[in-house]
DNA sequence: ATCAATAATGGGAGCGCTCCCGAACGCTCT
DNA sequence: AGAGCGTTCGGGAGCGCTCCCATTATTGAT
């Protein structure tokens, strides 16, 4: 007589007695492999239902090598962690995607070298079936290194514009332009920029689309135009002063991020500047926090949680045919407008 | 010869192989249990560290009956999440806690009946050797079905007073009293309050620790200065303006959420009311928010990140000592000063 | 040197599943 | 009726590890 598992749990072994098939049966009937007849099936489905059988993960993946478990890693250190509600959208958004799979969702902050060369053994030991990557720096291996190891992984945004791993990305140039022809179009003559770290790609395409438009609308642009931030709102605060000093008669800004716009705002109104009024200012990712600056701020809306969905199908796609060529999704991004622009 | 594992890995028994030694003691070694000389562990190490051996975690799973992965749980529908940071938090300190121990996250967004049910089968199955459990409200029973399984269970805040399962929280009713201290000391003699939603313990307390302060300090207090909110910002917004159509006179409000004084402090300023000369302002849960309102925001912080890694060392020792005494741990809050108050 | 007691060690059994080969059972077609 | 084919099904082998007991090495006491 088969037994029960260690935890009381039935067994494969047990459903197969009870549903008078063989083991090789049940398998079949749960994976849905064909090559089943109905009335068999239906048999065996009683018998799991009537036990309350739940396959044994590990057993499972012991022998079928596959772990039904996807890691999203999120490479930041504390600071952008907190303050940037991308990395909450980017989970929502994953744990919509998996909601629907069998798939489990390993979370993994990767902060020092240790955690990151730990996390490769766990790659390596086949803990994980597919990795998702948020917030990749540009030189960072951790993506070749992954596909060299046969690893499915989709990164969320790209490290540079020949990038070689499958990635779900949004329009930053696209929507970059945008800001810079609204303020354009609204009369702003002078429009400087605040830019995000220089390494990662996202901080270079919002810089090019912001060129690329005001190139087209403002004569006299030349590259004292932009100030270096680093997505905090310190920098934020920071380059908006420098700019202010430089160019005192500027009359819009665009900051690559919410958060450097809500810094910027900060200098802008110590410094006597009425928003919009004197300045214009747009940001970028429509954050919960463009809702809570005074005045509210107009910003460029990337669909996180949209990304998020989006790299998840990407995988699973990998994850089904493996060593198929590389998917990539940009995603469309849009102005939203509200009160500072 | 032994052989190499399915993915080119190489497996304890190839270690065993070129150490010279049985299966059974390269085990012992991995697992750090007594009774091995001390040259022959050495000897094991290095045929570990020569063949690169990492240990086969679903087989360790199969034979052992333990996953080294535990799940933490969030069964927050989709506004909350984006909008309070402190889950970006909490998650933050987890993985800080889980940092040095050979534990896995897994990260479970519940948010239908359907995935609640689809979690509870995990548990069963024992895909997890623990529960971390956040946002529980008042009459959950998730967390009782959960310790009747024997899966350890530590809850971020409580459901009740007599929590009967261990538990992380912070000093809610303490950072109330503290805030409404704070508002009296500095001349305010009609402190309304905004509270959280009813049925959550956590709202609950902080009214308590509000009414325990109010009343020692405001004599013609009664239940009229108290709005009930939700914690949005929309019901900020609400709860504000209704209170100031009953008590026009009002000079200082305590909102059990930061989010929800920022509702407030909006409603005040579309009223023509200056913050903090006419009307004074505290929060709740020092939020990046709170540096983002204008004028930034007093608040009550709690140690979220600080929980977060709380909660792991309870859990821990749960795993450790199965069926031991509930452990409880309750931190401290404390006022932070900014301009509103 | 001898024997009992103790410390180390080897390896069989088994965890619950998937994979896959071959058996059994229809069919159809000569 | 018998051969030949496809469809279903059963169950052995094995995934890489831990557990545990039998076996062997080592030590101390006599």
Not at 204 to 231: I, M, N, P
Request: contains cysteine; negative net charge; aromatic residues 4%.
């Amino acid at each position: 007589m088969a037994a029960r598992g260690r935890f009381g749990q039935p067994t494969l072994e047990q459903v197969a007695a009870l549903a008078g098939v063989g083991r090789g049966t049940v398998s079949r009937v749960i994976n849905k492999s064909p090559g089943v007849r109905d009335s068999t099936r239906h048999a065996v489905e009683q018998a799991i239902a009537e036990l309350g059988y739940i396959p044994n993960h590990a057993a499972r993946a012991l022998a079928g090598s596959r772990t039904d478990a996807v890691a999203l890693v999120i490479p930041e250190t504390e600071k952008r962690f907190f303050t940037e509600p991308y990395f909450s959208e980017i989970i929502h958004g994953v744990g919509m995607g998996l909601a629907d799979t069998e798939l489990q969702l390993l979370l993994t902050l990767v902060r020092t070298e240790r955690e990151r060369a730990r996390f490769l053994q766990y790659a390596k030991a086949r803990r994980i079936d597919g990795v998702l990557l948020v917030s990749v720096h540009r030189d960072d291996p951790l993506p070749d290194l992954l596909s060299e190891m046969d690893m499915p992984t989709v990164l969320g945004g790209r490290r540079s514009s020949d990038e070689t791993v499958s990635y779900v990305d949004s329009d930053n140039a696209g929507g970059a332009r945008i800001a810079v022809r609204h303020l354009a179009s609204t009369g702003r003559r002078k429009i400087v920029t605040i830019t995000g770290r220089a390494d990662m790609y996202v901080a270079q395409c919002r810089l090019r689309g912001y060129e690329e438009a005001v190139r087209g609308a403002c004569e006299d642009f030349d590259a004292s135009w932009v100030a270096a931030g680093d997505f905090t709102e310190e920098s934020g605060r920071h380059a908006m002063a420098e700019l202010l000093r430089l160019h005192p008669d500027l009359d819009a800004v665009f900051a690559a991020s919410d958060v450097m716009a809500a810094g910027a705002l900060h200098t802008l109104r110590a410094a006597g500047r009425r928003v919009p009024d004197d300045v214009a200012v747009i940001g970028f990712d429509d954050s919960p926090l463009a809702q809570h600056t005074d005045p509210q701020l107009t910003t460029v809306r990337q669909p996180v949680e949209e990304m998020g969905r989006t790299m998840v199908g990407v995988l699973l796609d990998q994850m089904a045919a493996p060593g198929a060529a590389w998917r990539n999704v940009v995603v469309r991004t849009e102005l939203v407008r509200r009160d500072t622009a």
